[in-house]
């Protein structure tokens, strides 16, 4: 029996999809170690990015999982795999649906910190996200209606509000994806950029529009291939925000150098540390001690201790 058109990209797909997340379950275990080592600190920016990393980790877990049994499943002759718009299929989809937000939020908030928290920086992403949550919702109803019956699939609806998904997504993560690329340059590698960036999120975005404006079938494989990346790219920022090593997450002052004076009892030191964000401003501190004045008891009594002041 002749395949179905896009059977072997969808196989491609989950195939390529299971080694992503391979790569993605090593990076959140990570997360989970380093997590761990700083579960004292219990401020609300880390509280957010350990609540993301653990709602992405169940979205893409779910949806490999599901990919893997569809695959499964259809090599049984007597099992029916259904239309798209079976029970599997809808949750497979609103797992990538639902991550997109998310991932598109935490990039919203990366660029938030690496802008030393500029409201204005971040509004047209903030609009874009926001309005992108109607064509999710719009493509999920879109995919549970859907007519098997009707018209080419390159020409349903589903594809015509996807595209408009893919499109708001793709202009979100464009916009941050070059103010976080262009902020740090003078401090940070290339690779750095790249990371920091999330810039192999956007390129896959760029491919997956690309592919499914041309009625392209290879846009199955990028669909599978987009949640564990997603998970991969977000991880990797994960892990240098907590690190500390990302552009905006480091010490607040930095000491750069003492000087001690001493003299008698006193002691008079000279310090200068620099603020994060400015990288030629200095502060300068000066503290002051002295050291308490103690008094001496002579083992010959208070009788000797009079003689000698009065001798004095």
Known sequence: MPLAPGTKESYLGAFLENIIYGVYLSAFIECCTIFRKKEKRRDIKQQYVVGTAVLMFILITTRCIIDTYRCV???DIDADFGPP???????????WFFLTPIADAFIIFRTFIVWNRSWLVILVPMVLCLANLGPSIWVSIALAKLDTEGPAIWGNIVFKSLNLFLSLTLCTNIICTGFIAFRPTYTMRALSIIVE??????????GTLISNSVNSYVNFILFNCTPPTIGVVFSYIIIRVSRGTSYGERDSAISAGTVHFGHGTQTYELGQSTAPHHRNAGVVQLRLEREPEVEVTDSRGSHSGKQDAAMV
């Open 73 to 75: 499943i259809a090599f």
């Open 85 to 95: 718009n079976t029970t599997l299929g809808l949750v497979t989809n609103a797992c």
């Open 197 to 206: 960036s999330a810039a192999i999120y956007t390129l896959l975005l760029v």
